[in-house]
């Protein structure tokens, strides 16, 4: 069984700490979703943002995994999105479409217009959620990850309205108006550090920063423009006493900037060697992938040896946490998950490799 | 003007073949397209195959920016969709949709059922175009580029059919089938390779492989089942006599792998330093690149500055071929294109830096 010794002596968090665990720890991002019947039951009756604003609901879902899979943690059930309407921001989902911002912040009068209500009333559902997925997690010495959008990311919902993708308005208002980019992205980080800090308190004992975008930047762009965001959220949350993942996609030409995050765990995407990234990202920090998703549509044989390649890459050293480098696919069959979770526990690294 | 003494001794194609130059060589990918009022007009008239299927009109807009900026190079109008017509798959462009394959590879019954028409029949009419746009370019001393999609990146409109986020269809198909894999990328190495060598007799002076999702792939992945078919059909390019351009996005992780490509020049994104793009690939190779492309939508100082900062890293060095990260965005200033081209020729390097 994961756990170990309660939650904080557990792989996971161990591994965040680079200490040596007794077998590699394996989470997968979206390890709640589609592709479980559990969830598609829950969705034929509930829009997603009803799922995310109702702490039961949101509890449930995230333990649906925990309940199937023998994960090494859960993570909070909520969406990137919905914190932005601490600064006045109306999100929303429309099918096909994917997430919404309906009042996009475009010019000076947006940015100096945005609110700032307090950030535990606009997220009081996630950090229910949160409360309630921990008492339930308690006994079984299992963690709870909390997680945000990093600032870029959310910026980029925030300005263009959507999902999009070149994100073009956005990187347009970045390079041709800095001095607003620098307005909005200090309320981004005020939001998202208390967000987090909320988040730990509520009892998160990690928490993951989603920096879906940061791919879209150049080295000099992401120096600029993202990074001391990243950094200033981070120390936040790190005051908080959790470990801090960050993750990004797209990022394997500016892995040396993406070390400077101080993060304690650097999640990364399969488009590079784990190992080789983990030399780049330097000793200081652990590191969370990096399965490619599709691999989980295979058959087991392919993915049993993808998965190997994986954790040979880390080699078996402290610190690596066994992940994919995106979300689940909803093609992912169910049973697949099972025994790559088991494979991962039961993987047996030889002696001086 | 561009050109120096005629198209074999011009900026560009030495660039190419890493010698020294006058001024940086510049051209930009998409540099004919909606961005300017002329391809708006034509398109007002034609769909998008039409243009593509009438050597005459092609070979227009291949030079309507030839016309309007001083670049170094001209690059035939044309799509990689239509070559795989030589398969005898049915191609089209959907409005809002993009290109469509409407008798997508699926199963093995599909991939043996796949034609080998005469490649230069299936493509008269861009073979034609070059032919056009070279008598066209001759009395300018401009050098005309040929391209094709790279094996991989047809193969995932082949399979999956369209455009797509993830290709989860293909990569499904590669890792799950690699035997049919392995049949479907011959094919397509012989359409590409036949389909290059046919350019090059048609008087493209260089051929540019375009691997858009090349990013898609993991390392492992990439090594077996794109890089074989690209060194192929680069191989039989090179034999023709004319310098081959490999440009990918997303590759940043993998770099040291598509320096193994024995391209003359490997084109990169605006997602790394070009300076360390180069260490890494080795200077074996020259480097075309990479300005991103959401630059020439800002003002022009801001635009001046990340130009001069693509310039810097490639250092002066022979063998930099200037042009964006990607191709040009719709949104994007004649104006901007024309003083970006001007500012690159125009460009002083500091004595021994």
Known sequence: MAGMTGPDGSRFLRACRREPVDRTPVWLMRQAGRYMSEYRELRAKYEMLELIKAPELSCQVTMQPIEAFDLDAAIIFADILPPLEGLGLKVGFEAGEGPIVYNPVR????????????????????????????????????????????????????????????????????????????QLMDKLTALVGGYLRAQARAGAQALQLFDTWAGLLSPEDY???????????????????????????????????????????????WRIDLGEAWRRLGPGVAIQGNLD??????????????????????????????????GVLRDTSPDNVRRLVDFVHQYHFEEGS
Chains 1, 2 share one sequence.
């Open 107 to 182: 010019d000076e009068a947006d940015v100096l217009g945005l609110a700032s209500l307090d950030v535990e009333e606009a997220t009081w559902f996630t950090l229910e959620a949160i409360r309630l997925a921990r008492r339930e997690l308690e006994s079984r010495g299992l963690p709870l990850i909390g997680f945000s959008g990093a600032p870029f990311t959310l910026a980029c919902y925030a300005v263009e309205g959507g999902s999009s993708k070149d994100f073009t308005i956005t990187k347009r208002l970045m390079m041709g108006r800095p001095d607003l980019w620098r």
């Open 223 to 269: 120096a600029e423009f993202a990074l001391p965001y990243n950094r200033a959220v981070i120390r936040e949350a790190s005051q908080a006493g959790v470990p801090v993942i960050y993750f990004s996609t797209g990022t394997n030409g500016l892995l040396e900037l993406v070390a400077r995050s101080e993060a304690d765990v650097v999640g990364i995407d």
């Open 293 to 326: 998703p599709v691999a989980l549509l295979a058959d087991w044989p392919e993915l049993e040896r993808r998965a190997a390649g994986v954790l040979e890459s880390a080699g078996g050293r402290p610190g690596h946490i066994f992940n994919l480098g995106h």
